[in-house]
């Protein structure tokens, strides 16, 4: 007689035997392929070895994620599919509760002291999740479901009731052994990209390290697995949508033969193999390095954008440029790959060569030969002071000055770029400095600031009405 103890409850009952048919467990399994998204999503293709089926015979399998969306669930290879249940009907405290409200229990106790249990019978009347209202000798009492005092006593384990989900197919049966393919999606899997930067002293060069994160959390074990990792954004579809279209993102991550190492482009997306099967847990978080470069050509410049209205403004602002990081995923910056989006956190050596954290940015999706800015914070040396130092309205809109000071407090001489973004059409009529129209509402100017010194930069513009 086997007993489980759950919280407060215990349940009494005959050895578990499975349902009349053929069952299938984890240790049938030929080959195990897990594709991961990003977003709560994942697919399996998952090959078990079956053995002659006889027609409208039913397979009982095991050891499926307990959150599969049933209705993508292809079984292949196992005859014409008939039927197919998913059994999701675990036992729990409260799913015992509930079974057995209006009928009879037990109760047990034991006395701290001397250690004697002690057994009523009672009927359970309700249960709110908190306490469960019985009847006992002619009394109605309430008993906490989570107290250390009585435990719950079940006489049997509900039918259907079990400690896993399962998943029970009919088929017009098979004549031999086979290897049968079972394919679904299923909540519970997720995987990001990190990044981690080392960016040298001299700001010009950084390594890149990209740790793909895995999660799982669909309730069971993933035991050497040929994990795929999708990159790209892949919508997923309203409900009365989601059949018909799932099937196809099926169809598309079907990869077991891609190589390892380079990603492997997938219609709009890009997909990754890991270079050697690996098990991933229920409930593991997992690392693993997908990325590599250890000499990226980079650029690090000074940003300060500021807005510009049509509009009487007193105010003085004094705010620090932005530091950005910027290379190109290219060949010459010894990269030319697509790169998932994630999080970067940069990191560089101080003068005794610790590394220190400098700050973090966001990659995003970055085909080959795109370019990744990544602005990781402030600059502490730098400083602008920008003021309104002029207003007019004209005939046809409103005409301002601008002046701002960029002060340099380090020794060395640096760039910063100062973007005006201007909220209606614009014309500059005299500047300081010469500019580009970096955009249709933005000027830009690029400007050189001596070391311990100051730049001054002045514009007039002209707003001009819509």
């Known amino acids: 007689m086997h007993r489980f103890v759950t919280g407060v409850v215990t349940l009494l009952t005959p050895a578990l035997t499975l349902a009349a048919g053929i069952s299938i467990d984890a240790s049938q399994q030929k080959s195990l392929t897990v594709t991961l998204y990003n977003d709560n999503l994942g697919l399996v293709r998952d090959t078990r070895q079956l053995p002659a089926i006889p ?33 999701t009907n675990l ?129 069971v074990d993933f035991n050497d697995s040929n994990i795929l990792l999708m990159a790209g954004q892949v919508n997923q579809p309203p409900e009365n949508l989601r059949y018909k279209q799932e099937r ?93 989006a994630g999080n970067a956190r940069v990191f560089s050596p101080d003068n005794d060569n610790r590394l220190q954290f400098i700050g973090s940015a966001r990659v995003e999706h970055t085909a080959a ?20 130092t002029d207003f007019e309205k004209v005939y046809n809109g409103h005409k301002m000055r601008q002046t701002l000071e960029v002060r340099n407090s380090r020794s060395t001489a640096t760039k910063v770029t100062l973007n005006a973004d201007f909220s209606q059409d614009w014309k500059i009529e005299d500047s300081s400095h010469t500019y580009t129209k970096s955009a249709a509402g933005q000027a830009q100017w690029i400007v050189d600031v001596p070391g311990n010194g100051v730049t001054k930069v002045s514009f007039s513009v002209q707003l001009l009405q819509p």
């Open 55 to 87: 027609a409208g015979e039913s397979i009982s399998v095991q050891d499926v994620s307990h959150q599969m969306m049933s209705e993508t669930l292809r079984f292949e290879n196992a005859g014409e599919v008939l039927e197919q249940n998913l059994n």
């Open 248 to 340: 196809g993102m099926m169809a598309m991550a079907m990869a077991d033969g891609m190589e390892s190492g380079q990603p492997q482009q997938l219609q709009d997306y890009q997909l990754y193999k890991l270079p050697r099967t690996t098990s991933l847990k229920t409930g593991q978080t997992k690392q693993v390095n997908l990325i590599s470069s250890d000499r990226v050509n980079t650029e690090k410049t000074y940003r300060y954008r500021f807005p510009v209205y049509p509009g009487l403004d007193h105010n003085e602002y004094r705010e620090k440029p932005a530091i950005e990081l910027s290379f190109q995923n290219t060949a010459d910056s010894n990269l030319g790959f697509p790169l998932p």
């Open 91 to 219: 036992i729990s405290t409260q799913a015992l509760l509930q079974h057995y409200i209006g009928k009879n229990l037990q109760l047990a106790r034991t006395n701290p002291a001397t250690g004697q249990e002690t057994r009523v019978s009672a009927r359970l009347l309700s249960n709110d999740g908190q306490l469960a209202t019985v009847e006992r000798d002619g009394s109605i009492e309430s008993i906490p479901v989570n107290s250390n005092g009585w435990r719950f006593i079940f006489p049997a384990l509900p039918a259907g009731m079990q400690s896993k989900p399962s998943l029970e197919i009919t088929t017009g049966g098979s004549k031999a052994n086979r290897e049968a393919i079972l394919t679904y999606l299923t909540r519970g899997l997720s995987w990001q990209m990190d990044y981690a930067m080392t960016l040298n002293q001299q700001g010009n060069r950084l390594s890149l390290d990209g740790l793909a994160t895995l999660n799982n959390q669909t309730g």
């Open 369 to 388: 030969g795109e370019t990744v800015r990544l602005p990781i914070g402030k600059a502490f040396d730098l400083s602008i002071k920008r003021q309104q």
